[in-house]
């Protein structure tokens, strides 16, 4: 079945500590975006790429790291510069940006700070 | 830049209710606009969207949209609401000039028995 895996479910970090989530996706998608959501503020961009080897910072990039070396791989580092990392994250892809084309997501990493 | 506005972080219904939630987008091109729900600690599954033709949108569900260009608007509703609709719904815009998707704050919908 083709869609987009994200892990872990749940991650544990201790302060100062860089951390990785993994998204994968099988749908052949162009673009892959991370989004970050906290209660009531909804889903806040922190990345995006369009095509590999190329991403763009989203709203709140400061403090987390992408790559995007393969298609189907858009990981997302947790760099210890970001002050308040507790939260769900949920990476999405979509055939193409600056299309019609809806996002497809994954079920989300919630990563807590301990 | 684009923007979504929901209004109502929290809608309570009871079941068999009418359902209507809130959207409003600000964009300067013809919008693409989305409508998506969340159960618990899940991802997000597309509703509905609308691109361009038809002004009223059917989704899964029983969901439907009616675009509003004059209103700048996007409400979501269904005629009669269920127990398995509880969620937190998000409504979401782009276009052909952007890059990403811009979501709105989301609206926790309660469903009483």
């Known amino acids: 079945d083709g869609g987009i895996t994200q892990s872990p479910k749940y991650l544990f970090r201790k302060e100062g500590q860089n951390v990785t989530l993994s998204c994968e996706q099988n749908?052949?998608?162009?673009?892959m975006y991370w989004y970050r959501q906290d209660p009531g503020q909804g889903l806040r961009l922190i990345y995006y790429?369009?095509?590999?080897?190329?991403?763009q910072k989203g709203d709140i990039a400061e403090g987390y790291s992408v790559s995007r070396e393969k298609k189907e791989s858009f990981p997302l580092t947790v760099t210890s510069a970001q002050k308040n990392p507790t939260a769900f994250y949920l990476c999405?892809?979509?055939?193409?940006?600056?299309?019609?084309?809806?996002?497809?997501f994954g079920q989300g990493t919630r990563l807590t700070v301990v | 830049a684009q923007s979504v506005t929901q209004l109502g972080s929290h809608v309570s219904v009871s079941e068999g209710a009418l359902v209507l939630l809130r959207c409003n987008y600000s964009?300067?091109?013809?919008?693409?606009l989305f409508w998506y729900v969340q159960y618990p600690n899940q991802g997000l599954q597309l509703l509905l969207k609308?691109?361009?033709?038809?002004?009223l949108v059917k989704g899964i569900n029983g969901f439907e949209a009616e675009f509003k260009k004059s209103e700048t608007s996007f409400h979501l509703t269904k005629p009669s609401a269920h127990m398995s609709d509880a969620a937190e719904y998000f409504c979401?815009?782009?276009?052909?000039?952007?890059?990403?998707?811009?979501f709105g704050a989301g609206t926790r919908l309660t469903v009483k028995p």
């Open positions: 790429s369009q095509i590999v080897n190329d991403f």
């Open positions: 609308y691109t361009t033709g038809a002004t």
């Open positions: 749908l052949n998608h162009d673009a």
């Open positions: 979401a815009v782009s276009s052909w000039n952007n890059n990403d998707m811009r």
């Open positions: 999405a892809s979509s055939m193409e940006a600056r299309t019609n084309a809806e996002a497809f």
């Open positions: 964009s300067s091109v013809p919008p693409y």
